[in-house]
């Protein structure tokens, strides 16, 4: 049994290689992020001025929302050929699987997030970088929630005929309180005087969450996958 | 055959049609309401005069109704389906038997 | 024991239903909210079902994921079921209520709102399991878990979220004086719940039963 951490670094490398080729899913991801963003802009912004508090909830959403298409492609992928299946044949820990396409995720969303908050921050005079470590906590605790969750619902859904609309269907109601703890901690960061307790319990909140849901996905995703 | 599906096609085509223009007289009973303007803030109120007050024994006797009617009306589904899969169990039960026997 | 317990249970929910309305008659009127407030009655022990069908899911899918009990699956599609139930009664009397105490239908209430995304999981889940095709069942386990999991997070979270916000409700809490009548509900709740469960997990049993009938008439 190849160790658990290099059988993750395996399939990270695998697919960094087969992303680096064409780049379509950065490409694509990052653009419609923007797109996101920009749409959510004519819905919030009145008179030239954001509507009040409107900005922490623009980010948050145009992170859900490219996140749930980065995790639909990417298991799309996977699709083809049966590589998932081939995959779980191997005499590996299965979770290290797991683990492997979790952190290119990741990589992933966290090339999307500098776009997004860059152009967040631009648009709407958002003074984001005020407390520049803090929002970095919160944005890599929520993303990380995000993605745990989603990268099981993704892999559960891989054979499943409905898994475009199931995929959404599921994933939010789960990762709703990720969205209430992201979207008020970095709220909380924009006030004029930010309560920086409050942020400190919401960014601990958020590593509890992070904990408790990547050992249950580690834990459950075997018997989940395996008939 | 064919008669009962022009008829209904008919019939549906009334519907429609009956709902667009009875939407469309809606839509200009809404458009000569006054616009309401917008309210800057919640005022407190200590007490509300008596008129503006909502009843409220209909508010509990619905709410009682709406759980026993969602208990019953959950209930009966269940005996449905339960109907429903008994028959068929006798059904199969039957062909399996059927089928042993021959 | 099932012949003996089901017709006791159905007996028990009956009688704490049909007298619940005397006892709630009998309980004291509350200071500030007079007659609606009696809705609490059976809007509290209508959540505490929902989470005891919640807690009920989680557990069952749990055992049915490692151990592939098939009556473990019966017992968890059961108990989303009627956690979807108990959360639309929770979720019809609460906004009923609202409405006298707050003036307005809905308000972003912790629990409520609380209560709506819960009852968003259980319906994926139920969605999941009818529209997910073969295997489903697996899949659908592994949905009940993290939604068991994802309670105490909601709550927290949802509670935070609303002390930010300034709040006009009357919160209530639990007086002693009201005691009676609502532990009476609650039982009549809990009892109700259990016998559902019986009878939705029975209709599963049938359902694997025919699947095993139809196996066999397949092999000959």
Same mark, same amino acid.
């Given at each position: 049994?190849?160790?658990?951490?290099?059988?993750?670094?395996?399939?990270?490398?695998?697919d960094l290689r087969v992303e680096s080729r064409s780049r379509e899913m950065l490409s694509t991801t990052i653009f419609f992020a923007v797109s996101c963003v920009l749409v959510f802009s004519f819905g919030f912004v009145?008179?030239?001025?954001?509507?009040?508090?409107?900005?922490?909830?623009?980010?948050?959403?145009?992170?859900?929302?490219?996140?749930?298409?980065?995790?639909?492609?990417?298991?799309?992928?996977?699709?083809?050929?049966?590589?998932?299946?081939?995959?779980?044949?191997?005499?590996?820990?299965?979770?290290?699987?797991?683990?492997?396409?979790?952190?290119?995720?990741?990589?992933?969303?966290?090339?999307?997030?500098?776009?997004?908050?860059?152009?967040?921050?631009?648009?709407?005079?958002?003074?984001?970088?005020?407390?520049?470590?803090?929002?970095?906590?919160?944005?890599?605790?929520?993303?990380?929630?995000?993605?745990?969750?989603?990268?099981?619902?993704?892999?559960?859904?891989?054979?499943?005929?409905?898994?475009?609309?199931?995929?959404?269907?599921?994933?939010?109601?789960?990762?709703?309180?990720?969205?209430?703890m992201g979207v008020s901690g970095t709220a909380a960061l924009l006030q004029p005087e930010p309560n920086l307790a409050m942020v400190q319990l919401w960014i601990s909140l958020l590593f509890f969450f992070d904990t408790?849901?990547?050992?249950?996905?580690?834990?459950?995703?075997?018997?989940?996958?395996?008939? | 055959?064919?008669?009962?599906?022009?008829?209904?096609?008919?019939?549906?085509?009334?519907?429609?049609?009956?709902?667009?223009?009875?939407?469309?007289?809606?839509?200009?009973?809404?458009?000569?309401?006054?616009?309401?303007?917008?309210?800057?803030?919640?005022?407190?109120?200590?007490?509300?005069?008596?008129?503006?007050?909502?009843?409220?024994?209909?508010?509990?006797v619905s709410a009682y109704a709406a759980v026993w009617a969602i208990a019953i009306g959950y209930l009966w589904t269940i005996g449905r389906r339960l109907g429903a899969l008994e028959r068929e169990i006798l059904d199969?039960?039957?062909?399996?038997?059927?089928?042993?026997?021959? | 024991?099932?012949?003996?317990?089901?017709?006791?249970?159905?007996?028990?929910?009956?009688?704490?239903?049909?007298?619940?309305?005397?006892?709630?008659?009998?309980?004291?009127?509350?200071?500030?909210?007079?007659?609606?407030?009696?809705?609490?009655?059976?809007?509290?022990?209508?959540?505490?079902?929902?989470?005891?069908?919640?807690?009920?899911?989680?557990?069952?899918?749990?055992?049915?994921?490692?151990?592939?009990?098939?009556?473990?699956?019966?017992?968890?599609?059961?108990?989303?079921?009627?956690?979807?139930?108990?959360?639309?009664?929770?979720?019809?009397?609460?906004?009923?209520?609202?409405?006298?105490?707050?003036?307005?239908?809905?308000?972003?209430?912790?629990?409520?709102?609380?209560?709506?995304?819960?009852?968003?999981?259980?319906?994926?889940?139920?969605?999941?399991?009818?529209?997910?095709?073969?295997?489903?069942?697996?899949?659908?386990?592994?949905?009940?878990?993290?939604?068991?999991?994802?309670?105490?997070?909601?709550?927290?979270?949802? @509670?935070?979220?609303?002390?930010?916000?300034?709040?006009?409700?009357?919160?209530?809490?639990?007086?002693?004086?009201?005691?009676?009548?609502?532990?009476?509900?609650?039982?009549?709740?809990?009892?109700?719940?259990?016998?559902?469960?019986?009878?939705?997990?029975?209709? @599963?049993?049938?359902?694997?039963?025919? @699947?095993?009938?139809?196996?066999?008439?397949?092999?000959?």
């Amino acid at each position: 049994m190849t160790g658990f951490l290099k059988v993750a670094w395996l399939v990270l490398r695998k697919d960094l290689r087969v992303e680096s080729r064409s780049r379509e899913m950065l490409s694509t991801t990052i653009f419609f992020a923007v797109s996101c963003v920009l749409v959510f802009s004519f819905g919030f912004v009145r008179g030239g001025r954001v509507v009040d508090g409107a900005v922490a909830g623009i980010l948050w959403i145009a992170i859900s929302f490219s996140g749930t298409l980065a995790l639909a492609r990417a298991f799309e992928r996977e699709r083809y050929h049966n590589v998932l299946g081939g995959l779980m044949l191997a005499p590996v820990h299965r979770p290290a699987i797991y683990l492997g396409k979790l952190l290119g995720l990741l990589l992933l969303l966290g090339i999307v997030e500098v776009v997004v908050v860059a152009m967040v921050a631009f648009l709407f005079q958002a003074s984001l970088f005020q407390h520049f470590w803090r929002l970095l906590a919160i944005l890599a605790l929520g993303t990380i929630g995000f993605a745990s969750v989603g990268t099981l619902f993704s892999a559960m859904l891989v054979r499943v005929k409905n898994r475009a609309v199931l995929l959404p269907v599921l994933l939010y109601p789960v990762t709703i309180p990720v969205l209430i703890m992201g979207v008020s901690g970095t709220a909380a960061l924009l006030q004029p005087e930010p309560n920086l307790a409050m942020v400190q319990l919401w960014i601990s909140l958020l590593f509890f969450f992070d904990t408790v849901f990547l050992t249950l996905a580690l834990w459950t995703f075997e018997p989940v996958m395996t008939e | 055959m064919k008669r009962s599906g022009c008829r209904f096609d008919v019939g549906l085509r009334l519907m429609l049609l009956t709902l667009f223009v009875s939407l469309v007289l809606v839509q200009t009973t809404f458009a000569v309401q006054p616009l309401e303007t917008a309210q800057d803030e919640f005022v407190p109120m200590d007490e509300i005069p008596a008129e503006e007050q909502l009843p409220a024994a209909p508010l509990l006797v619905s709410a009682y109704a709406a759980v026993w009617a969602i208990a019953i009306g959950y209930l009966w589904t269940i005996g449905r389906r339960l109907g429903a899969l008994e028959r068929e169990i006798l059904d199969v039960s039957r062909r399996v038997a059927d089928r042993e026997g021959s | 024991m099932n012949r003996i317990t089901f017709p006791i249970l159905v007996a028990a929910a009956l009688l704490v239903f049909v007298t619940a309305p005397f006892v709630i008659v009998w309980a004291p009127y509350e200071s500030t909210m007079g007659l609606v407030q009696k809705i609490f009655y059976f809007h509290f022990p209508s959540w505490m079902a929902m989470f005891l069908s919640i807690f009920i899911l989680g557990i069952a899918s749990v055992i049915y994921l490692f151990r592939r009990t098939p009556r473990a699956d019966g017992v968890a599609v059961s108990a989303a079921e009627l956690a979807v139930v108990f959360g639309l009664m929770g979720l019809i009397t609460g906004p009923l209520w609202g409405v006298k105490a707050w003036g307005v239908w809905w308000q972003w209430d912790a629990r409520l709102t609380m209560a709506v995304i819960l009852e968003l999981i259980l319906v994926a889940y139920l969605l999941l399991r009818r529209y997910g095709g073969p295997g489903s069942d697996r899949l659908a386990a592994g949905l009940g878990i993290f939604g068991m999991a994802n309670v105490p997070f909601l709550y927290v979270s949802t @509670e935070l979220w609303r002390t930010v916000h300034p709040r006009t409700s009357v919160v209530p809490t639990l007086p002693i004086d009201f005691g009676v009548p609502l532990w009476w509900s609650f039982a009549g709740f809990m009892v109700l719940c259990l016998a559902l469960l019986f009878v939705r997990s029975r209709l @599963e049993e049938q359902r694997m039963r025919l @699947e095993r009938l139809y196996l066999t008439l397949e092999e000959e």
